[in-house]
Every structure is written in structure tokens, then in C-alpha cells.
């Protein structure tokens, strides 16, 4: 191809990528939103960041969680950018050595629940900010939200006393954590863990006992805690019109599978494998698509607004 030839081609492409990408921009702004578009408007850089705390129990378990793997995909799909902290994160900050001694103490043999503790210096030593479990996905979550702390970066828990979605500054995040550690003493439950810790918390609260600072807000309007179904696949589109999140717990899959009509979105065995839990879950979600449109805040005033 001579050269006079090739500078007409090369016009006729860029003029094409640019007529193409004005197009999916006003495509996104009319709120027909895709994950190509929102990739192209908001770079990594400038998204909102959502965390979870993911670390292998056993050492030399490098294998991802399928779980993980939909938790990614589900925020990633509504404009975040998906950051996994780990046990070298928390093993940063100051207070790690301390708390290790502490929690190593009352779960001498139990690594599943010392990693629930150490997340929270893990945030502490990343910048702070938003944290979901990763069974935890968004439902109708306002981007523009996303960005910046609610309460001025006060520890707010969107679940009550269940950590499934949290959000806190870093200061926060190690001043609870280190609350959490003078909590396990007083412990009413048998059963000691981060969210008995935080329930411990949050009675004292209620009680008047003392005011730690910390947000808890009601579950019903903010995490849904269980599939939301009217009847087995008819998704319950009212119900989750209402909140940022659906949390897809082991208690939630376990209700769904043994419910005396089962709403269990999909064919398994008992007990339940980390591959089934991911494949309901998303199973759920897009049924939650296709019946009641998905979420409620792609608009354009939303995106508008999430992209200044």
C-alpha cells in the first residue's frame, strides 16, 4: 500500500474509534450501560475501590475461590474497581504483632477466624474505605457513593453486627479493630468471633453502656441477608428495589437449599461447595436481572454525577 493510501485508511480508523466511542458514551449516559462502556468512561484510576479480605487457610492453597471470582465480576460490572487484601496487608501495620498475640490466644487452632480479625488492620494499612465480604455483591448501589466515605469516614457497618459491607476511614478501621480485641472478653455468645465482637459492641451501644463511635445500621434497608424470593425463581423485584447489597452468606445458601419448597437457584449436593455457592448466587442475580431490570441507579443522573 503506498503512503497517501495508508494516511486515508488511517484517517477512516481513527475517525471510526471516535465516532464509536461517542456512541457508547451516550449509550452509558441513557443508562444502557454495559461493562465495555463504563471501562471506557471511568479508567482504573478514578473508580471507586471495593475491597474483601481473601487469604488461604492452608499455605500452599494458592487456588482462587470461585466466590471470589463472581465477587470481582458483580462490583466490577457496576463501575468499582475490585482490590483482594490478604494476610501480608494487615501483617503492615503497627498493631499486627500485638493483635496476633491477643487473637492467637482465644483461636490457638482456628486460622479462619484469626484472618477475620486481621482484616481489619488490613484496611487500616490500605488507605481505608469500602470492604465487602465476598459473598457480599451490589444490588442497587449509587456509584457517586462509592467515592466517598458516608459519616466523614465514621465506621459505618451496613449489616448491623455483620461486617458484610463496611465502610471507614483508616483510622477507623484500626481503632475498631483494636475495640474488637477488648470486646472478646465480653463475649455473652459461647461462640467467639469478629461478629459476636461487633454484636457485643453494638449492645453496649443500645444499652446506653457506652458510645463507641460506631454506626450500625438496619439490615432490611441497606443488605438484604438471604435470597429474595415470592416463590421458587419469582425474584421478589419490591424487595430488592430496597438497598445497596445482597449478602449471600453460608447461613443464606443453607435456608435457601433446606427451605421446605427450596428456592436453592440451582441443582447441587449437600453439603454445599464453594463452586455451588458461587453458581447460585449468580444464578440469583441474573434472574434479579431479567425479571426486575437489575439495579435502580443506572440513570444518567447517576453516572453523570459518578463520572464528574
Known sequence: MNKPKAFIVALVIVGFIFLAGNVRKENLLRGLTSQEDIDLLIDEASRPVMHTFFSPILPNLNAQDPMLEEWKEQWSKVGFSTKVLTLKDAAKHPYYHQMSREIEKVFPNDIYNQFCFYRYLAMASSGGGWMSDYDTFPTNFPLKEGKDLPNGGMFTSYQAHVPALIAASSEEWERV??????????????????????????EEQLEEKEDHGIEFLVPSWNVKMWFMYLEPEKVDCRDMGIGRAIHFSHAAMARAYNAKSSVFPVEAPWPLGSQH???AARAFMEQW?????????????ELSAALQ
Do not use: F, H, W
Request: hydrophobic share 35%; aromatic share 2%; with cysteine.
Open 289 to 301: 436481572q431479567q425479571q426486575c431490570g437489575g439495579s435502580n441507579v443506572e440513570t444518567e443522573e
Open 177 to 202: 479493630g483494636k475495640l474488637l480485641v477488648e470486646a472478646i472478653p465480653r463475649i455473652k455468645d459461647d461462640v467467639k468471633s469478629d461478629m459476636y465482637a461487633l454484636l457485643t459492641l453494638r
Open 277 to 279: 455457592r458461587a453458581a
